[in-house]
């Protein structure tokens, strides 16, 4: 099974078998799973798993003193671009065509070649430790009926075609930089305070939309809508329209919003539009 291109970080329980600053694999050598592998991290505190659930046998890739951003997810295009990996750092795993390379020096820019389709830092993303909890009232709530029936499937669609327009939305095109700007001025236009915020990612300028409708009860607390607004493809700079990559979930915010902000709420909300790799608080259509 390929390790998925975007990681999915699941912090782990710690156990003291393991020295700290190594990566390894875990496979599930089960029946019902023959076909599992997990990269995993682990630090003094904690051990950090990349994508699926772990399972029985572990096989070291690097260990000593490094830290997580001295690795980078590398995905390729063909075999060719296993050689140009090489350029980054020491290959120390490789499923296919998707590695993680033990960096030579720190990742700026773009690593721009023929055969690399993408190049990205494994991030550390850490859940609070204390969940907020959600309060739920139970029952038939008549405002909520009158939200979810004002959602309309030919504003979903109008919006959903505008994104998929750009050609592309990949995060250091033109075209999601313009896809950011009417997002932000469509949420301006529903009365919501919306901004446009940058951020550095790889030595390149990125962008996330953040609008804000404040709460008339407690205003520093948020519920937060989320979804990317870049897309991608074998052809990021030419080919990536996304239209569920993740042009329906951007527009599933942006509706959210248009209803929403026809009502009063207690809480803060922010939705947001973000560019798809990094902490939450580097990327936000929120």
């Not at 694999?25 to 023959?34: F, I, L, P």
């Amino acid at each position: 099974m390929k390790l998925p291109v975007l990681c999915t970080l699941v912090l782990l329980t710690l156990s003291g078998t393991m020295l700290a600053g190594t990566l390894f694999t875990m496979t599930d050598m089960s029946a019902e799973a023959t076909d599992s592998y997990v990269i995993v991290y682990r630090a003094e505190d904690h051990v950090l798993a990349f994508g699926l659930q772990p399972g029985k046998t572990e096989v070291v890739l690097d260990s000593g003193a490094a830290d997580l951003n001295e690795y980078a997810l590398v995905t390729t295009r063909n075999d060719n671009g296993i050689l140009q990996a090489t350029e980054l750092g020491v290959i120390v795993y490789r499923d296919e065509r998707t590695l993680i390379v033990r960096l030579l020096r720190p990742l700026k820019g773009n690593f721009l070649r023929n055969d690399i389709f993408m190049v990205q830092p494994l991030l550390e993303t850490r859940a609070p430790s204390t969940p907020i909890p959600i309060p739920m009232t139970g029952g038939y709530d008549n405002t909520v009926a009158d939200i979810v029936a004002a959602v309309s499937e030919d504003s979903l669609i109008s919006i959903t075609t505008n994104y998929q327009s750009y050609l592309t939305r990949y995060s250091n095109t033109n075209g999601y930089d313009t896809a950011s700007e009417w997002s932000s001025d469509r949420f301006t236009s529903y009365g919501l305070d919306s901004e446009i915020k940058h951020f550095s990612m790889l030595g390149y300028d990125c962008q996330n939309v953040v609008a804000t409708q404040t709460g008339t009860v407690n205003p520093a607390r948020y519920w937060i809508i989320c979804g990317h607004l870049d897309s991608i493809s074998p052809y990021t700079q030419t080919d990536a329209p996304g239209a569920d990559d993740n042009g329906s979930g951007s527009a599933a915010v942006m509706e959210a919003a248009r209803v929403m902000s026809q009502y009063n709420f207690e809480y803060s909300l922010h939705p947001l539009g973000r560019r798809g790799t990094g902490s939450l608080r580097q990327r936000a259509l929120c």
